[in-house]
């Protein structure tokens, strides 16, 4: 046991193989985050993102092993966590308030009507949908309905939000303001994220650390990224930090090469269950050739 | 042209209506009276025969005798001698009150079959063969347990009514989306509320489906069970009307059993429209 605020203890899961036996998608998994950090996990499709994730959420218990948080044991899905899925998962019967109020009212059960409108409405504000309350789900693009799961899942002010690819599917523009978004909320409410990205710039901006996931079959934590970036940093000028190439650099990488090599070349001293934490920023002036500085 | 397509199927069905009506008129039409016949012999052997009038009754009798029937649908002069209207309540009647035990019972059985898997394998055996029989078979047992007519014809619109609405309620209920019961999960949404707010709408248009099914069926048995049981309803008076040798009235009773499928049908059409929703 850690004393983490979250944390992922040696967890496992298999498939069965057509042909029979089983495919290990990852096993003996082990990482952990911090209360009000945001985490990033990066790795190539199909390595086993989304199904860690669902272990987080408690829509999957893992086959061995455990996920913890806050000292407890985890199983099952929970209002404190709440899930922007990957398929948006909006009931297309309902409209776009629909969807939110339904979260609102399962979140406070003794709300009137009124009230739980009103603070669906805030929420359907905060991700640029007012106007559209009405629409189904049906009548949205891909990106409007990426901002009605982020709703959903914001308007029930959970203590854990788990994303899975929460922007993928919006235009660059409005992707910004949302990420923007969605950090000031986080930072304000001091709520802890877990977020599934392919897209490095996302992760530099919005993670304080960044666990990084090699290919499955059989995926491990390579390592956690730190992110070197100071805390108060604005998206449009992340890349103006001397150390926003080297991490992006690092990132880059791991996602080109290292994921896949990594398996075959395990560093001298790897541990599982504490995946080394580096944090790659600028070279210091006091140690010249070292852009990644061991931390822990 | 600039008629839009309904305007135009609108007008072909108009045309394809009178072009049946006049055939039917031309096809029952005689040839010219029989000019050198006894009149004495042809007034014992009536128009059909003096002048090669067809026995069946063309349009405009049919439509008189729609007039009438409209004109006085409720009429009750004893047991063989009620108007249309009655009698087409009375079978009305049965398949909704057979069809409502139906629903009452197909729905929330077929809500726990969809939702385990163990009642779905259970039942499954039953199901199947108990869904071919013609529900005309389940009649004499019918009448000789339960002893009445009426009973029985309900009870045999029951039993052709719950099997389609049945396998409909568990397969939608067993198709709802894994990603939407994660929703709810998420949500801690308990299972009442679970089943409301999620399962039921998102299997409505399925359990329409069914319905629809069911109430098809349903409304086929009715005349086939009531010509059966005899008594009252619009299969009795089709069976009533042959044996007066009515044509007339049975061609307008096929017409009223057609509008009357037709409106039943389309009415669980348009629930279903309702309930419907676009992914
Ligand atoms: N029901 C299943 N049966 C067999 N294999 C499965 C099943 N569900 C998932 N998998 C496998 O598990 C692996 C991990 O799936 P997962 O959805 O977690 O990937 P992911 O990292 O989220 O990918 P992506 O980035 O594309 O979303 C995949 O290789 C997939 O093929
Ligand atoms: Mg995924």
């Known amino acids: ?38 985490s990033c996990i990066i790795g190539h499709s199909g390595c086993g993102k989304t199904t860690v994730l669902n272990n987080l959420a408690g829509l999957e218990l893992p086959e061995d092993g455990v996920a913890v948080v806050d000292g407890q044991a985890i199983e099952g899905p929970s209002l404190d966590r709440a899930v922007i899925f990957q398929s948006h998962a909006l009931l297309p019967w309902r409209s776009v308030l629909g969807n939110v109020a339904y979260a609102v009212s399962s979140r406070w059960r003794d709300w009137s009507r009124e009230q739980v409108n009103a603070h669906a409405m805030k929420f359907i504000e905060k991700v640029g949908l007012k106007g559209s309350e009405h629409k189904k789900p049906a009548e949205l693009s891909g990106g409007m309905k990426q901002r009605v799961g982020i709703a959903r899942a914001l308007s029930i002010e959970p203590k854990i939000l788990l994303m899975d690819e929460p922007f993928s599917a919006l235009d660059a523009l409005t992707r910004g303001a949302l990420q923007e978004e969605v950090r000031r909320i986080l930072l304000e409410t001091g709520q802890t994220a877990f977020m599934i990205t392919h897209d490095v710039d996302e992760a530099i901006f919005l993670a304080d650390r960044i666990v990084l996931m090699t290919n499955g079959p059989e995926a491990m934590i390579a390592e956690i990224v730190e992110n070197p970036l100071p805390r108060d940093r604005r998206r449009i000028d992340i890349h103006k930090s001397a150390d926003y190439y080297p991490v992006r650099n690092h990132l880059m990488d791991f996602l080109v090469s290292r994921s896949k090599t990594f398996k075959d070349e395990i560093p001298a001293g790897y541990d599982k269950r504490h995946p080394p934490v580096v944090r790659p920023c600028a070279e210091p002036p006091s140690t010249p050739g070292e852009t990644r500085r061991k931390v822990a | 042209m600039l008629a839009s397509l309904n305007a135009r199927a609108a007008l072909l069905s108009l045309v394809i209506f009178f072009g049946f009506l006049l055939a039917w008129h031309i096809g029952v039409q005689g040839t010219k009276a029989v000019a050198d016949m006894d009149p004495e012999y042809a007034r014992l052997m009536g128009v059909t025969a003096t002048q090669g009038k067809s026995a069946m009754p063309g349009p405009l009798d049919v439509g008189a005798q729609i007039w009438k029937h409209l004109n006085e649908p409720f009429y009750d002069r004893g047991p063989n001698d009620k108007g249309i209207g009655i009698q087409l309540a009375y079978s009305l009647g049965r398949v909704l009150l057979g069809y409502f035990l139906a629903v009452m019972l197909a729905l929330p ?7 385990s898997p163990l009642m779905s394998r259970a039942f499954d055996p039953f199901i199947q063969v108990m869904k071919p029989i013609s529900p005309l078979a389940w009649m004499p047992l019918a009448l000789y347990t339960i002893k009445d007519s009426n009973i029985s014809a309900i009870f045999v619109i029951f039993i052709c009514s719950v099997w389609p609405m049945l396998i409909n309620t568990a397969f939608g209920v067993s198709a709802v989306r894994k990603e939407w019961l994660n929703v709810a999960r998420t949500l801690e949404v308990p299972p009442l509320r679970k089943a409301f707010t ?3 709408p998102a299997a409505a248009p399925t359990i329409v489906t069914g319905m629809r099914i069911s109430i098809g069926i349903a409304w086929l048995v009715i005349v086939a069970a009531e010509m059966l049981v005899g008594g009252t309803g619009i299969g009795y008076f089709v069976w009533n009307e042959w044996n007066n040798l009515s044509i007339t009235n049975v061609i307008v009773a096929i017409l009223v059993i057609g509008l009357m499928g037709m409106i039943l049908d389309q009415t669980l059409a348009a629930v279903g429209r309702k309930l419907t929703y676009p992914e």
């Open chain 2, 109 to 115: 059985l077929g809500f726990l079959i969809g939702m």
């Open chain 2, 198 to 200: 999620i399962i039921l």
């Open chain 1, 1 to 38: 046991m850690t004393n983490k605020f979250i944390s992922v203890e040696g967890i496992a899961r298999r498939y069965p193989k057509p042909g029979g036996g089983k495919t290990t998608i990852f096993e003996d998994l082990w990482f952990s985050m911090n209360k009000g950090e945001f």
